[in-house]
């Protein structure tokens, strides 16, 4: 069974600085990888997403990189804005059947302005 | 429409009676999924549809939740005799392009039982 964890779970920094959101997950057999944001009270908005046969994808200020062999994916955002403020969760696909996404807790991001 | 669409987008119901929420996925989209999130967790998967059929219901919690697509397109997401338990936000979300395609979710439907 897929297990996927995000650390940290809350992360408060000041605008303007880089930083690095993990998910580790337990299965390496996955078809792709997406990382989403939400907004409190709203539904989930797609980011970005890594086909497990890439290394990173980039959108913007963000880049995503998977290690599918160590069960590993990190969100890089650059230049962080207050507007970059929400919870993101990343989400594995599993390979056979269904290919539902498997979610962590996700981690609560704020910026300071 | 241009995006997934979920009706209502909040629901206040008592316990026991029975609640249908709506499902509306992207013109298309082969591929529907239930999930359901509760506060501070991260969303579980329900179900999932490819066409019409039901073909992954493995993560509904027991029988008093059903979800049906008959024409491979709406769907509906039933549960009978409501408990405070069920209480949660129930996101939809719908994929085009086979198994590796992007997951895109609607707003979700907020249903409270009191």
């Known amino acids: 069974k897929q297990e996927v964890t995000q650390i940290p779970a809350a992360l408060s920094v000041p605008e303007g600085e880089n930083l690095v959101l993990n998910c580790s997950f337990t299965d390496s057999a996955i078809y792709n990888l997406q990382w989403f944001r939400q907004d409190p009270g709203k539904g989930l908005t797609s980011l970005l997403l890594i086909q497990s046969s890439q290394r990173e994808q980039t959108s913007g200020r963000l880049n995503a990189s998977l290690d599918k062999s160590s069960g590993r994916s990190t969100l890089y955002i650059a230049a962080s804005q207050p507007g970059d403020s929400a919870t993101y969760l990343c989400a594995p696909s599993s390979q056979g059947g269904s290919e539902k996404l498997v979610f962590g807790k996700g981690t609560k991001l704020t910026v300071n302005p | 429409g241009a995006g997934v669409s979920q009706t209502p987008s909040n629901k206040v119901t008592e316990k026991g009676k029975y609640v249908e929420l709506r499902c509306d996925p992207i013109?298309?989209?082969?591929?529907l999924y239930w999930y359901r999130q509760s506060l501070g967790q991260g969303p579980e998967f329900l179900i999932y549809?490819?066409?019409?059929?039901?073909?992954?219901d493995s993560g509904l919690p027991n029988d008093r939740f059903f979800a049906v697509r008959p024409e491979g397109s709406v769907s509906t997401l039933k549960i009978q005799r409501t408990e405070r338990g069920d209480s949660a936000v129930y996101l939809c979300a719908s994929r085009g392009q086979g198994a590796a395609g992007e997951l895109f979710f609607g707003e979700g439907s907020r249903l409270t039982v009191l």
């Open positions: 013109s298309g989209h082969t591929a």
């Open positions: 549809f490819q066409g019409t059929g039901a073909a992954d």
